[in-house]
């Protein structure tokens, strides 16, 4: 079965594209190579023994589009193309609009055009901004999104829930928690492009050498040890739950789904235990600097997962330990790709 999956070549797209080979599906990439590279196809062949097909252009340009519709028959989609950087976003929310939510559209016009079902959507947990409650149910109620880039996930849910009423779609909303980790290969992993601004991918620059010191953003938050708090889910089990959501929708019986789930670990973890479980796990040495809060972060945020283990039948297995392993043997095959 040929599934399309956008910005297959990116973090979480590449080792979903990896879990779906595993389980059979043909996959289909569309990716732009705007925050992604080409080695990843080669990587992603090395580890399942089959190079998917890879178209590489922009989803805002339809016809290009079309002639991929027309090449294969899709059954279903992944959709992970989008620009991701929060604070880019508040400069750049045009592009941010027009990027995320166009190729988005143009998408799921080929859809419906083809009457084609099964879509899944990368939602993010910041659709709740700052929850009152903890941990973040399915049910807690999304607040006004922080960034612009956060306004695209709400909107993109927004865009999905209508696509699915009106046409008589499936569709599954993932809202993320933050993605961490590589593939055990050391083979995929995440690229940041230029100065990080995720937590890990920073820690491990800063563990590297490559950058000095890592600013912690704030020792003054109502929490334990006074950093935030976030669910930091390993990105292999991420990808995992795609194929479990997907195969759900396939087999459903009915028509019409709209299904969201949380994929987090249920755990919170402070800036300053990831720190240190990275310098536990690596045996390497994280130097840091107290710095104030960084604009628009939230105190706390971390997931309750009950429903995606009741009806996906999916949780998070891996510990943050062993995923800031793997990012730090990722980091290594960096730097001996770059030597
Ligand atoms: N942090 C630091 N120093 C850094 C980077 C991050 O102290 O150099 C702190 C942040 O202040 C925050 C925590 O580490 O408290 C996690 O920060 P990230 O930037 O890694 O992740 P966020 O939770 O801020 O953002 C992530 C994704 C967004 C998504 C959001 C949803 O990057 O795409 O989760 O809450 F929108």
């Given at each position: 079965?040929?599934?399309?999956?956008?910005?297959g070549l990116g973090y979480i797209g590449s080792h979903t594209v990896v879990e779906l080979i595993k389980?059979?599906?043909?996959v289909?990439i569309?990716d732009?190579?705007?925050?992604s590279e080409k080695f990843i196809l080669n990587n992603i062949e090395e580890i399942t023994g089959k190079r998917p097909?890879f178209?590489?252009?922009?989803?805002?340009?339809?016809?290009?589009?079309?002639?991929?519709?027309?090449?294969?028959?899709?059954?279903?989609?992944?959709?992970?193309?989008?620009?991701?950087?929060?604070?880019?976003?508040?400069?750049?929310?045009?592009?941010?609009?027009?990027?995320?939510?166009?190729?988005?559209?143009?998408?799921?016009?080929?859809?419906?055009?083809?009457?084609?079902?099964?879509?899944?959507?990368?939602?993010?947990?910041?659709?709740?901004?700052?929850?009152?409650?903890?941990?973040?149910?399915?049910?807690?109620?999304?607040?006004?999104?922080?960034?612009?880039?956060?306004?695209?996930?709400?909107?993109?849910?927004?865009?999905?829930?209508?696509?699915?009423?009106?046409?008589?779609?499936?569709?599954?909303?993932?809202?993320?928690?933050?993605?961490?980790g590589a593939h055990p290969t050391a083979l995929l992993g995440e690229l940041?492009?230029?100065?990080?601004?995720?937590?890990?991918?920073?820690?491990t620059?800063?563990?590297?050498?490559?950058?000095?010191?890592?600013?912690?953003?704030?020792?003054?938050?109502?929490?334990?040890?006074?950093?935030?708090?976030?669910?930091?889910?390993y990105v292999v089990?991420?990808a995992?739950?795609?194929?479990?959501?997907?195969?759900?929708?396939?087999?459903?019986?009915?028509?019409?789904?709209?299904?969201?789930?949380?994929?987090?670990?249920?755990?919170?973890?402070?800036?300053?235990?990831?720190?240190?479980?990275?310098?536990?796990?690596?045996?390497?040495?994280?130097?840091?600097?107290?710095?104030?809060?960084?604009?628009?972060?939230?105190?706390?945020?971390?997931?309750?997962?009950?429903?995606?283990?009741?009806?996906?039948?999916?949780?998070?297995?891996?510990?943050?330990?062993?995923a800031?392993k793997t990012t730090w043997e990722w980091q290594k095959y960096l730097k001996e790709r770059t030597n």
């Open positions: 079965m040929s599934i399309l999956v956008t910005g389980n059979n599906f043909e289909i569309v732009d190579l705007s925050n097909i178209y590489p252009f922009d989803l805002r340009r339809k016809e290009l589009l079309t002639q991929v519709f027309e090449a294969h028959d899709i059954k279903g989609c992944i959709n992970f193309a989008a620009s991701k950087a929060v604070g880019e976003s508040m400069v750049e929310p045009l592009d941010y609009y027009e990027n995320n939510l166009f190729s988005l559209v143009n998408v799921l016009q080929e859809f419906r055009k083809r009457n084609i079902s099964n879509f899944i959507f990368s939602s993010s947990c910041t659709v709740y901004g700052q929850a009152d409650e903890m941990p973040i149910d399915e049910n807690t109620p999304l607040k006004e999104a922080e960034s612009s880039y956060g306004k695209t996930k709400q909107m993109g849910e927004d865009i999905l829930k209508d696509f699915s009423r009106a046409y008589q779609k499936r569709v599954t909303l993932l809202r993320y928690f933050n993605p961490i940041p492009s230029g100065i990080p601004n995720n937590l890990v991918p920073y820690v620059q800063t563990a590297a050498g490559i950058r000095e010191k890592l600013s912690i953003w704030g020792d003054d938050y109502p929490t334990e040890d006074g950093t935030a708090v976030r669910d930091y889910i089990d991420l995992k739950a795609h194929v479990a959501a997907l195969k759900k929708l396939i087999n459903s019986e009915e028509e019409t789904v709209l299904d969201v789930y949380n994929l987090g670990t249920g755990k919170g973890s402070s800036v300053l235990e990831v720190v240190k479980a990275f310098e536990l796990a690596n045996d390497v040495a994280v130097p840091y600097q107290i710095c104030p809060r960084r604009e628009g972060d939230i105190t706390v945020a971390y997931a309750n997962a009950d429903k995606a283990e009741k009806e996906l039948g999916w949780k998070s297995e891996t510990t943050l330990e062993e800031l």
